[in-house]
């Protein structure tokens, strides 16, 4: 049997996916053979993979205030609100080291999903050595408006929540037989958009982009209810919050971060009986 997992974004949402995920690490039970990340949960999904708890709340708390991480500053500096040298190298590579070694022992093969600009579509990408891939964990999480377009090998790219925000679909295809997926909304929550005039104003220049952030949120509705669906029929097992998150995308308050990722660490470890009734089934 194999176990994947699909982790929605939702910026500083995913705090709540964090915490799911070091919840998830303590079931011994538990052997998951393949994750599917997508923005933010891409970067949280990271750490299970090199399983280093607590990773992730402890270096967004402890910079969350530092302008050098993210911010009005820094895009104002640099154009992207996540600041790139410093959150996605110095980080990782000096500050709070990321397990590039275990996560490279390790036997779960690990996916981001990407937006690619020139055709709106989505590319998933299997990143085998984070530190040699770090640009593309960059352009899962490149939000629209607060980050600049990431080119990579002649390909220009921007969140992978764009395209394919629950990459339900591309779990499924790639052959696992269950299927965790960790959601950063809770049940019956919809996403609004008002940014259709500037969408086409910033990106006039990527047509295809357009169209795809227009249609983003008919695009979710339709993948919730697949969702749903699938849940229903006792095909995949959802863990999503139980209220909405109080907490915005690039979150600097250390209260509101540490409570989002308890919730998520509290709402994990409540599941865990029941994940593990349905992985058995």
């Known amino acids: 049997m194999k176990v994947g997992l699909v982790l929605e974004g939702g910026g500083m949402r995913a705090l709540f996916t964090a915490g799911v995920l070091d919840a998830l690490l303590d079931v011994k039970e538990l052997d998951v053979d393949g994750i599917v990340g997508v923005s933010a949960g891409a970067l949280f999904g990271a750490n299970y993979v090199s399983r ?17 991480y993210m911010g009005l500053h820094s895009w104002i500096t640099t154009g992207n609100a996540v600041n790139k040298e410093f959150a996605f190298y110095e980080i990782p590579f000096k500050l709070d080291v990321f397990d590039q070694e275990k996560f490279k022992q390790s036997k779960i093969d690990f996916y981001v999903v990407m937006t690619n600009v020139e055709n709106g579509e989505a590319e998933y990408i299997l990143i085998k050595d984070v530190f040699e891939q770090m640009e593309y964990l960059r352009a899962t999480s490149a939000l629209p408006f607060a980050s600049k377009i990431i080119e990579i090998n002649g390909k220009k790219y921007l969140d992978g929540g764009i395209s394919d925000s629950i990459p339900i679909d591309y779990c499924r295809n790639l052959g696992y037989d269950k299927i965790i997926v960790v959601l950063t909304r809770p049940e019956n929550t919809h996403k609004e958009d008002k940014l259709n005039f500037l969408y086409k104003l910033v990106y006039r220049k990527y047509p295809n982009l357009v169209e795809r ?69």
């Open 52 to 68: 280093q708890k607590e990773r992730a709340i402890r270096y967004n708390k402890k910079y969350a205030r530092d302008k050098r």
């Open 213 to 281: 952030l227009i249609n983003m949120g008919k695009d979710y509705e339709v993948v919730l209810k697949k969702i749903k669906d699938l849940e229903n029929e006792n095909k995949i097992f959802v863990i999503r919050p139980p209220e909405v998150l109080k907490i915005g995308r690039l979150e600097k308050n250390e209260d509101k971060i540490q409570n989002v990722y308890d919730i998520g660490l509290n709402t994990g470890i409540k599941e865990i009986d029941n994940l593990l009734n349905y992985l058995n089934k």
